[in-house]
Each structure stands twice: as C-alpha cells, then as structure tokens.
C-alpha cells in the first residue's frame, strides 16, 4: 500500500479483556515496528521485526504483551488481560532494511482506552 | 542507552517569525535522524531524514542540521504560519535499529 495502515483507529476495551490491533505496512518494507505513546509521555519501543529472524521483543512491558508478523507483511500486537495503564496511542511504523536508507513510516495509531 | 533530549518543550511564536527546535542526543553512534510532525490525536508525518554523513537537508520552509560529533540537530521553521502548529519530534536510529526519540516541541504560531 501507500502507507502504513492500522486498525482499529480507536479501540474501548473493558479492563481484564483482551484486544488485538493490526499494522499492515508498505510494501516491500521487511522492516516493523510497533512504539506505545502514552499520555504526556515520550514514544516507547514494544518490538522489532526484521525479515524472517528473530523478533526483537525486548520493549515488551510485560508477558501480557505479544505480537506476530505473518509472511513477513501484516502484524498484530496482542495485550492480554488489559490494564487501565495499558491506554495509550499503539504506533506501527515500517523501513527499508538498509540502514542507510531507514527512513521510518508510520501509521495514524490505535488509541486504545482500557475502562 | 540513547537519550534524546528536545528544547524548549514548548513554545509560542507570532506568525511570521522564524522557529528554531533543538535536539541533542548522548550517543553520537548514529545512522541517521529523523524529524517527524504529529498533529493533536494523529499518528507521524515524517519531515526531514538526514544520514549520518550529511550535514544539512531541506525541504521547502524546512532546514534540518545534524552535527553528529557533538550530538545535536536543529530544525529551522522560516516564517512560521498558523498551519506549523503541532509538536515536533526528534528520532535517531542506532545500531539496534531502533529509533530513539525526544519527547518533542510543542509549538503554537500565533496569527
């Protein structure tokens, strides 16, 4: 696609519930990424895709948090058992592999608010 | 551990006046750094991507530097308009390719 797409763009979700929230990025982009923003707070780094090795999943705040990437395109962040703490703005951003080129895309978000 | 530091965290300008972000950050082990504008309750858009050979990229009313030896980047804004308000972030990408960002200038242009 043109972009970095994610869905939902805004998600309510009572606490104790589980959600699931989507990133499909540019194509040809063998790079993800997933960062939270939480309120008055700076980006923070969940976890990393690259290709076919190993996730980098050490942003990851808790084991309630995990995320998959299928055929090396669209990936979705899963948190288990959500917590109020847990509300924040998911952004999903994608790259070229080189690291010379690495200009980051990202998506609009999910705003997730955990009542 | 990058720290990504932005200054001022916020400030209001007059229309038409030139702005000037500050970014420093403590690890100059860089491959690039990018500027990035987000609007109230949106995602990034990015503005500038400077390599971490290049001293300067412009775009239009936008001028970044990079001065990786002492670990510091400048955004310039010239002639700032009512539309420029959002804040600004600051990212750099390192060797874990992961991007580090400052927590961002909040700018208001005032008409």
């Known amino acids: 696609g043109a972009g970095v797409s994610q869905s939902p763009s805004n998600k309510v979700t009572e606490k104790g519930k589980d959600v699931e929230l989507r990133c499909d990025p540019i194509?040809?982009?063998?790079?993800l990424y997933w960062y939270r923003q939480s309120l008055g707070q700076g980006l923070e780094f969940l976890i990393y895709f690259q290709g076919n090795s190993a996730p980098d999943k050490s942003g990851l705040p808790s084991d309630r948090f995990s995320a998959e990437r299928t055929g090396g395109s669209v990936s979705t962040l899963t948190i288990q058992r959500t917590q109020q703490e847990d509300s924040a703005v998911y952004l999903c951003?994608?790259?070229?592999?080189?690291?010379?080129?690495?200009?980051?895309?990202f998506g609009s978000g999910t705003r997730l608010t955990v009542v | 551990k990058q720290e990504v530091t932005q200054i001022p965290a916020a400030l209001s300008v007059p229309e038409g006046e030139n702005l000037v972000l500050n970014c420093s950050f403590t690890?100059?082990?860089?491959?690039?750094l990018q500027w990035f504008r987000q609007d109230p309750g949106k995602g990034l858009t990015s503005l500038l991507l400077i390599q971490s050979s290049q001293r300067e990229q412009t775009s239009g009313r936008l001028n970044a530097s990079l001065d990786k030896s002492s670990g510091r980047s400048t955004l310039y804004i010239a002639a700032s308009q009512p539309g420029d308000s959002a804040t600004y972030l600051c990212?750099?990408?390192?060797?874990?390719?992961?991007?580090?960002f400052g927590k961002g200038n909040q700018v208001v242009v005032i008409p």
């Open positions: 951003a994608s790259s070229l592999a080189s690291r010379a080129d690495g200009g980051y895309t």
């Open positions: 990212a750099v990408r390192g060797g874990n390719n992961r991007l580090a």
């Open positions: 194509s040809g982009h063998t790079a």
């Open positions: 690890d100059s082990a860089i491959y690039n």
